[in-house]
């Protein structure tokens, strides 16, 4: 059974600095999707990573795959207050040609001036 | 293009009773799928249909049904309320089934059993 872990769960940072969210998941997959979660909203795609390798910016932030290490990041660079959310991370199993995806628990990032 | 659009918002329903919720996909989206998510966690898988057909299901029992209409709409049934079923229902929507699209959420319906 595939296991998707997020660490950390909780993020607290200043404006301005850097940080990386990273995600684990534990039987081979080749995709990984990154989402946020506003509280009280839905989820907003940000990422679909579609290879081993695969790297894809956004603004401030810029997610990565590594299917060998079974490992994916979100980096974020130079926080800003409205990037304060919940993401998540999702994979689904390996093979698996539908949205049977499995979600991490959540990063709760907050950014603070 | 509108997006994927839930109803109801919010529903209160006691324990046994049974409960439907809806869902109309984004434009052009033959895909539907439905997850749970409870307060404070991921959402969880709980089935999705391709062209009216289920073609992938979670751990979720029998009585969690649904249904993919041939304008793609999409509803969740579920029967036999329990406790624990209060939750965030999400239905997201995406073009083809291989996964290679994001999907696409709505904004939920919040179900709460008593």
């Known amino acids: 059974e595939l296991k998707v872990e997020q660490n950390p769960l909780f993020l607290s940072m200043q404006e301005g600095k850097n940080y990386t969210i990273y995600c684990n998941y534990s039987?081979?997959?080749?995709?990984l999707y990154w989402y946020r979660q506003d509280p009280g909203k839905s989820l907003e795609s940000l990422f679909v990573l579609l290879s081993n390798g695969a790297v894809k910016q956004e603004g401030r932030l810029m997610a990565s795959l590594d299917t060998k290490a079974r490992l994916s990041t979100l980096h974020i660079t130079a926080a800003v207050h409205d990037l304060s959310a919940t993401y998540f991370c999702a994979a689904p199993p390996g093979g698996g040609s539908n949205y049977k995806l499995t979600f991490g628990k959540g990063t709760l990032l907050t950014v603070n001036p | 293009e509108t997006g994927v659009t839930q109803s109801p918002t919010h529903l209160i329903k006691t324990r046994g009773q049974q409960v439907t919720l809806r869902c109309s996909s984004q434009?052009?989206?033959?895909?539907v799928s439905w997850y749970q998510q409870a307060l404070g966690q991921g959402p969880q898988f709980i089935f999705q249909?391709?062209?009216?057909?289920?073609?992938g299901r979670g751990n979720f029992p029998p009585r969690f049904s649904g249904l993919q209409f041939p304008n793609y709409s999409s509803e969740l049934n579920v029967n036999a309320l329990e406790l624990d079923d209060s939750a965030l229902y999400l239905c997201?929507?995406?073009?083809?089934?291989?996964?290679?699209?994001?999907?696409?959420f709505g904004n939920g319906t919040r179900l709460t059993v008593t």
């Open positions: 039987t081979t997959s080749d995709r």
């Open positions: 249909y391709y062209r009216e057909e289920e073609n």
């Open positions: 997201a929507s995406s073009s083809g089934s291989e996964g290679r699209s994001p999907l696409h």
């Open positions: 434009s052009g989206h033959n895909t």
